[in-house]
């Protein structure tokens, strides 16, 4: 997640409370990177507790966001939307 991204975060975050906001990650966002489950995994952190790698406007800035893959949450989503909305996404295997 580059600058843009996490200013962009940041905004939405002064106008909201982290209680109110979960952050889902799809497969647009890490499937183009050398290293798919660690780019989440450096997403969920900055969310969680700010921007690990110091360069960004998140970093020290803990914001305690809830952060979820999308794969996370095929069980919780009806399987008519979930076929409609993310099916084709199905043949792709994924591990975090």
Same mark, same amino acid.
């Given at each position: 997640?580059?600058?843009?991204?996490?200013?962009?975060?940041?905004?939405?975050?002064?106008?909201?409370?982290?209680?109110?906001?979960?952050?889902?990650?799809?497969?647009? *966002?890490?499937?183009? @990177? $050398?290293?798919?489950?660690? /780019?989440?995994?450096?997403?969920?952190?900055? !969310? +969680?507790?700010?921007?690990?790698?110091?360069?960004?406007?998140?970093?020290?800035?803990?914001?305690?966001?809830?952060?979820?893959? *999308?794969?996370?949450? @095929? $069980?919780?989503?009806?399987? /008519?939307?979930?076929?409609?909305?993310?099916? !084709? +996404?199905?043949?792709?295997?994924?591990?975090?």
């Amino acid at each position: 997640m580059g600058p843009t991204e996490q200013e962009n975060v940041k905004e939405l975050m002064e106008k909201n409370k982290a209680e109110d906001i979960i952050v889902v990650i799809g497969f647009n *966002v890490v499937m183009e @990177k $050398e290293d798919p489950a660690g /780019e989440i995994r450096l997403m969920a952190e900055t !969310f +969680k507790n700010g921007d690990p790698t110091f360069a960004g406007p998140l970093a020290d800035v803990a914001l305690g966001l809830k952060t979820y893959h *999308v794969l996370e949450l @095929k $069980e919780s989503v009806p399987p /008519e939307v979930w076929e409609e909305q993310l099916g !084709f +996404k199905d043949e792709f295997e994924f591990s975090a």
